[in-house]
């Protein structure tokens, strides 16, 4: 059965600094991977994915995450984050086949002080 | 374009009681999900249906019903209502093979009391 794991339930960090999340996962079998953010009461929305190809896949606010296949990681990175980019993020996997089930990590809040 | 819309954003509701929550996208989307939000916990799925009159159990059904009579509704129904059933409610769609981005509705806030 696959599982996500994120390892860090609240990141708090200046304005215009880099930031990190941390996003493992466990599967047998080829996956695809996600990153959802989720703003103060709304739903949540893709910001990246990976598929297949180049393993460094980019968002247009400037996030960009690696899939490492060895390490079973997909950390999420922002080498300079704003007020606006205060949410929680969701790293996610689904099998690469069937049915397109997403299984969600616990989330990570991320909090930008000025 | 509405994407998916979900109602009622809030309830509260009594312990034996039942509600609906609905469901609709306009995206002609042939996969359509439920999902619940428990704090600081990340999204089950409870059913989701692959189109029109096939639905099946995800990881957290007991308790829930659902149904598919049209491709744009996907209505979540609880039977009795329990404590435990406490959640934010989250609908989804997607198109039908892997790897395509899932849209979320703005969820719905359950409190059973």
């Known amino acids: 059965a696959q599982s996500v794991t994120q390892l860090d339930s609240q990141v708090p960090v200046f304005e215009e600094a880099p930031v990190e999340l941390r996003c493992n996962y466990s599967?047998?079998?080829?996956?695809?991977l996600f990153w959802y953010v989720q703003y103060p009461n709304q739903g949540l929305q893709l910001l990246l994915k990976y598929l297949s190809g180049s393993t460094l896949v980019e968002s247009i606010n400037g996030f960009e995450a690696e899939f490492n296949k060895s390490q079973t990681s997909f950390h999420l990175r922002k080498p300079s984050v704003h007020i606006s980019d205060t949410a929680e993020y969701f790293c996610a996997v689904s099998e690469g086949q069937g049915a397109q089930k997403l299984v969600f990590g616990q989330g990570t809040r991320l909090t930008i002080n000025p | 374009n509405a994407g998916v819309t979900q109602t009622p954003k809030f309830r509260i509701l009594k312990i034996g009681q039942s509600m609906t929550l609905q469901c609709t996208q306009d995206?002609?989307?042939?996969?359509m999900y439920w999902y619940r939000q428990d704090p600081g916990m990340g999204l089950k799925l409870i059913y989701y249906?692959?189109?029109?009159?096939?639905?099946d159990k995800g990881e957290v059904p007991n308790g829930y019903n659902v149904s598919r009579s049209t491709t744009e509704d996907f209505p979540l129904r609880l039977e009795l209502a329990a404590p435990s059933q406490t959640s934010v409610y989250f609908c989804?769609?997607?198109?039908?093979?892997?790897?395509?981005?899932?849209?979320f509705g703005e969820g719905s806030w359950l409190t059973v009391v």
């Open positions: 995206m002609n989307h042939n996969y």
């Open positions: 989804a769609s997607s198109y039908s093979h892997s790897g395509n981005t899932i849209y």
């Open positions: 249906s692959v189109g029109a009159g096939i639905t």
């Open positions: 599967s047998s079998v080829s996956v695809y």
